[in-house]
């Protein structure tokens, strides 16, 4: 208990560092604290910047151009700040803004000697004029970079802090369950118990999801869906965690994240469907002719409304609980700003609400892994499940492997009756 409360103590101290250092700039951004960027962020000790690396159409030819930094790419002069992610702040203006005032400044200038500025010119003085006085260079790690002169960014392949901890935690699952399978493939946990906390814990968690989500879901597909439903499952698990670490960022915050995921279970579940699904989406039998034009499209839109909302559902739940833990604690420096006895007086009672929230945040973070897997699960199990039709589609046909293996996971040795079948977590909670 010693050791959590440490732990929970730390963690709060972290979120109170930039809320802190906002605090003393009078304002506090906590959207723009949880967003993507092209920097890793350790405030208020500074923040790292990342490498920049650009496939670029530039004179006509494709090349690859690479910098240290977002601050090295604009002082190089082949890169202008086009404008933050933050929207129009003080030290944020908008590519439309900037351009303006550095053409109106230079053109003027170079009207007077009777000189016309070329394209690549204008660019270069527009590097220029953004770094010597409308942005601070320091600040170039927050915006969005331009190309100047006659020239376009092919392919951006800047790596952000987001998906920096995507390897983070790719790297720290490869740590843990590398070395568990070795284990595995020496007999240790099959031939012999588990030995040690963390084998102990890996296994409790994977005969879980194959006997409470797979099974019930897939019945005797199992095998060939349990790596999937494994890796989705750890790797959702270990990003949420990650993002509640001091200085730490939660990748699947970023929707781009997790719409990889969502769509890696469509892509599966469209290739395992069986006749018998593509002709319910298709075709679906004992539907009247005249209902099926209507009925169609439904069921064709539906196939993507699903992963749709896996990738929302986890990238909301994640954005939001965050956000409330760096407004909880900034309302402290906000109150303090106004009157130093009311910030003294609400840091009690914000301090307790952010420990439930985190705490709460903890909780989410391993059932929106839960949430996920289990969806997707019953998503390939409805794909991959057989079905007989005769000419009244309404009557019984019997039971099929889904049904049996609900029934099984249930620890009863014949299915459910008719009027009971069921599938996904009904079908476990029956």
């Known amino acids: 208990m010693r050791t959590l409360r440490y732990a929970l103590l730390l963690t709060l101290a972290a979120l109170a560092l930039p809320a802190q250092a906002a605090g003393d700039e009078g304002e506090l951004d906590a959207v723009h604290h949880t967003s993507d960027g092209y920097y890793l962020d350790y405030s208020p000790f500074g923040k790292v910047e990342l490498p920049r690396l650009f496939v670029v159409r530039r004179d006509g030819a494709i090349g690859f151009e690479a910098f240290r930094s977002s601050t090295a790419a604009v002082a190089s002069g082949l890169y ?12 944020s203006p908008t590519a439309h803004a900037i351009d303006d005032q550095a053409e109106d400044g230079v053109a003027a200038e170079r009207a007077e000697a009777g000189e016309d500025l070329t394209a690549e010119e204008l660019g270069e003085a527009n ?7 409308q942005v601070e260079p320091e600040s170039a790690y927050d915006a969005v970079l331009v190309p100047t002169g006659d020239a376009s960014v092919v392919i951006d392949l800047s790596m952000t802090r987001h998906l920096v901890f995507v390897f983070v935690a790719i790297g720290l699952l490869a740590l843990l369950l590398l070395p568990m399978g070795a284990r595995y493939k020496r007999g240790v946990g099959r031939t012999s118990a588990p030995r040690g906390l963390l084998q102990n814990t890996v296994e409790t968690i994977v005969i879980y999801i194959r006997d409470e989500i797979a099974r019930p879901n897939l019945g005797d597909k199992t095998d060939r869906f349990l790596p999937y439903l494994l890796t989705v499952f750890f790797f959702i698990l270990t990003c949420n965690l990650l993002g509640l670490l001091p200085f730490g960022a939660t990748a699947t915050a970023n929707l781009t994240t997790t719409a990889v995921l969502a769509v890696f279970t469509f892509v599966i579940t469209q290739v395992a469907g069986t006749k018998d699904y593509w002709m319910h989406v298709l075709w679906p039998p004992g539907i009247p002719w005249f209902v099926k034009p209507i009925l169609v499209p439904i069921e064709i839109l539906g196939l993507f409304t699903k992963p749709f909302a896996l990738a929302v559902r986890l990238f909301a739940n994640m954005t939001a609980g965050h956000l409330v833990l760096l407004n909880l604690v900034g309302l402290i420096f906000i109150v303090a700003g106004m009157s130093e006895t009311a910030g003294w007086a609400t840091s009690v009672p914000a301090l307790g609400l952010t420990l439930f929230v985190y705490a709460l945040e903890l909780l989410v973070s391993f059932i929106q892994a839960y949430v996920f897997t289990i969806l997707s699960a019953l998503f390939i199990g409805m794909a991959t ?12 046909h ?25 599938v996904g977590t009904e079908g476990v909670l029956a």
């Not at 590097?127 to 006085?133: F, R, T």
């Not at 009756?417 to 069921?422: D, M, P, S, Y």
């Open 80 to 91: 202008a700040i086009g404008g933050h992610g933050d929207g129009d702040g003080p030290h």
């Open 127 to 133: 590097a220029e004029e953004i770094l010597g006085e």
């Open 385 to 396: 499940a057989e079905h007989e039709h005769d000419h009244d589609h309404a009557e019984d």
């Open 398 to 422: 019997g039971f099929t492997a889904h049904d049996i293996a609900v029934a099984q996971s249930n620890g009863r040795d014949s299915a459910h009756k008719a009027h009971e079948r069921t």
